[in-house]
Every structure is written in structure tokens, then in C-alpha cells.
């Protein structure tokens, strides 16, 4: 909500999502349009946060960071982000940026207050933390990490043998594990 007339900042931004894991659906059918409550973002080289969230890419299994998104460069803000796609790691940022906020929105609608994490820590989110089938919340380190491993080579499935497959991208993982985190907030036993 804005506190003054000459604040011209949006009281929303819309960002592009993946609706179902693009295991399941890769057909245009599958993106939607999230719209999140607007944040004032902090960017830098291999990060960007608000003031609840943020996003470091950081691959340890290559060792390399991946270049921040800048969501508030005019060109991705009016294009409700960047393109969704599999093989951006800018877009991975966002969709993990996207879900989450929409998450913790909701949290703070059912308890009518912002919910913050335990000492004004922002709740980090890692698209490529690690090599491996699984997503998880660590609690230590007020973080979210996702996974992403290669489809098996004789049996894909719905994949191209050898691909790889992103935790990040299925909407109902960062779901899950960002409620994990907003749980453990509220209650540490509901974890």
C-alpha cells in the first residue's frame, strides 16, 4: 500500500511460472502469470533480495555462481519477467522468487500480520544448491535447497534421456519446502 501520492512504485509484480512441473506439461499450456505482492529489490552480481527472501545461485557442483535476474530492469518487468524456460538459470531466480513470495503472501493473509523469519533473517533460496533428486529446507541456515539431477539414460520417461530435471521448476516443491520454512517459523515441532 502506498504512503504517499508521489510514490509511484506498483503495488503488484507479475511474474511467469511453470504451473506444473515441465515433466509433466512442456506445451505453452503450461505457464501462468503469478502476481505478487511488490517488494523493493536489491540486486547484485550473484544475488537479489527483498526484505523476506533471497536468491543466490550458486551451483556446488560446478563451483560457479549464475548471474543474477534483474527483475526490476524495465525491459523483463514489462514482459512479466523473462521467458519460462528450462535451461535459464535466470528464469529458475524467478520462479523460486515468484512461488515463494506468493507463498509467504498467503501466510500472512491467514495470520493478518507479515509473517518474518527468527531474528529478521531472510529466507535464502538456492535453485541449483546441489546435485541430486531432492529439495529440502535447512533450517541452520534459513535456506531452501534445490536439487537437479539427469534423467536416467535407458528409462526417461517423459524426458530426453540424459536431460536435466530442476527441482526449482516444479511449483509444487518450492511450495512445499517454502511452507516447510514458514512452519518452522511459526512452530519449530511442525517441521
Do not use: W
Amino acid at each position: 500500500m502506498r504512503k504517499s501520492p508521489l510514490d509511484t512504485r506498483p503495488d503488484r509484480r507479475a511474474l511467469r511460472i511453470y504451473a506444473f512441473d515441465p515433466m509433466l506439461a512442456r506445451d505453452g499450456e503450461n505457464r501462468v502469470t503469478l502476481s505478487i505482492p511488490y517488494r523493493e529489490i536489491v540486486r547484485e552480481e550473484r544475488t537479489f533480495f527483498d526484505d523476506r527472501l533471497e536468491v543466490i545461485d550458486y551451483d556446488a557442483a560446478t563451483g560457479e555462481y549464475y548471474l543474477a535476474i534483474d527483475l526490476d530492469d524495465a525491459a523483463i518487468a514489462m514482459q512479466q519477467g523473462v521467458e519460462p524456460s528450462e535451461a535459464e538459470p535466470q528464469f529458475h531466480q524467478q520462479m523460486v522468487y515468484a512461488v515463494a513470495s506468493s507463498i509467504l503472501e498467503n501466510f500472512d493473509r491467514a495470520l493478518g500480520h507479515s509473517l518474518r523469519f527468527h531474528g529478521g533473517r531472510r529466507l535464502r533460496l538456492l535453485p541449483h544448491a546441489f546435485q541430486g533428486r531432492n529439495a529440502y529446507y535447512d533450517q541452520d541456515i534459513n535456506a531452501v535447497l534445490f536439487g537437479y539431477f539427469r534423467a536416467d539414460v535407458d528409462n526417461p520417461g517423459p524426458n530426453l534421456p540424459g536431460q536435466f530435471i530442476f527441482t526449482c521448476l516444479s511449483q509444487d516443491i518450492v511450495a512445499h519446502e517454502v511452507t516447510h520454512a514458514a512452519l518452522d517459523r511459526l512452530h519449530r515441532p511442525f517441521r
